[in-house]
């Protein structure tokens, strides 16, 4: 037998194929074309690089993440000359910050305390977007986009598309992630890595999350003992277990302190607090700060389907909103978000005792607001 060195496999059968490093960014891309109505020779055309690179980067062999920064801000630019709508130029930043933190999830060797997934809160259009891969789901301003005006030609991916290989090492990352991030100084990252691993649809998941619940240690505050509740029922109710959200209702939002904690987690969630923040602090504040609420009751009411899983914290959280935000019902503004949704609601068998007593608040509140 010989020895030394084994030689590097760069390709053939049975080699496991790199990673996609742009397959977020890259089928955004595609979706903007698309949106534009323009063949990839004449994306190519305008943004001056070749047909070729355009293929690359919408089929994730080239990233867009390797694009130095001037030139993706010159692309930017000619994109909106092109008559990009903004909400999905938005969405391909999101995109290739979704990437960023995919390839580094992907990435075995890297040690976990260096992830990047404890370095700030992650708000929901980054979320939505680093997401889309793992569930299929397409992130808000993909979602409500008409069909393109070009037919598409031959069978096209509903969502950006992981490999087997590449969808096990995320999850596995992200357990390895969960497991090592305990201690002081890294609760953001275990709570954000336990998030998404909620995401994970394979038959083990389940019991893993509820062992990581099980052995999660006595909480060093308040805050982070709430937002551990917050994150058990979450995933629970993500895998259709409403009971734990109906708990988590009832025992952490029963006083001021567990309600001002809610609506501040949602306002910046939705991006109602513009700037990002390093730590979960901010959401302990004894009282809501500033911010109209508008964001905030559109997805709420967006979320009031009677098969949501988190049905009963919308109605919840909408009821305590506004409470506290009565300018929306003088505005008209709730009555406008909840016109269509709350009959369907209310003539719903599945609406909890609570959650129907909280939507005949909120309608009553509603006609004194009209009246």
Do not use: C
Not at 157 to 174: G, H
Not at 178 to 198: I, K, M, N, P, V
Not at 341 to 351: A, K, N, T
């Amino acid at each position: 037998m010989p020895s030394g060195p084994r030689p590097t496999l760069t390709g053939g059968q049975g080699t496991p194929p790199r990673p996609r490093a742009g397959v977020i960014s890259g089928y955004v891309f595609r979706v903007i074309r698309e949106q534009m109505g323009h063949t990839q020779d004449a994306v190519a055309e305008q943004l001056r690089v070749s047909a070729d690179t355009i293929a690359g980067w919408e089929s994730g062999r080239r990233s867009l993440t390797a694009v130095p920064v001037g030139q993706m801000l010159i692309h930017r630019h000619r994109l909106m000359q092109m008559g990009t709508a903004p909400a999905l130029l938005q969405a391909l930043e999101r995109a290739m910050e979704a990437d960023v933190l995919l390839a580094a999830a992907l990435d075995e060797d890297a040690p976990v305390e260096e992830s990047p997934l404890g370095a700030w809160v992650m708000q929901r259009d980054l979320v939505e977007v680093l997401a889309w891969p793992l569930n299929g789901v397409p992130p808000e301003p993909v979602r409500t986009l008409p069909q393109p005006p070009r037919p598409r030609r031959g069978p096209v991916p509903a969502a950006p598309e992981l490999s087997d290989t590449d969808r096990r090492t995320f999850f596995t990352q992200m357990r390895r992630t969960a497991e090592q991030a305990r201690g002081e100084g890294h609760f953001l990252l275990r709570r954000q890595a336990l998030y998404l691993s909620g995401y994970d649809d394979r038959t083990d998941a389940p019991q893993w999350l509820a062992h990581q619940q099980a052995t999660e240690g006595r909480p060093t505050d308040w805050l982070q003992g709430w937002l551990g509740a917050r994150s058990v029922a979450a995933v629970a109710a993500r895998q259709g277990d409403r009971e734990r959200m109906g708990h988590f209702i009832d025992t952490a939002l029963g006083d001021d302190a567990g309600e001002a904690a809610n609506l501040n987690y949602w306002a910046y969630w939705v991006g109602e607090i513009g700037h990002l923040e390093l730590s979960d602090d901010f959401i302990a504040t004894s009282t809501p700060r500033p911010w109209s609420g508008d964001k905030l009751l559109a997805h709420l009411a967006q979320g009031l389907a009677p098969h949501h899983g988190y049905v009963d914290l919308n109605i919840h959280s909408l009821w305590a909103l506004l409470a506290i935000r009565p300018n929306l019902l003088r505005s008209g503004a709730a009555e406008r978000a909840l016109r269509d949704r709350m009959p369907v609601m209310l003539d719903s068998r599945e609406l909890s005792a609570r959650g129907r007593r909280e939507l005949e608040n909120i309608r009553y509140a509603i006609r004194l607001a009209e009246a």
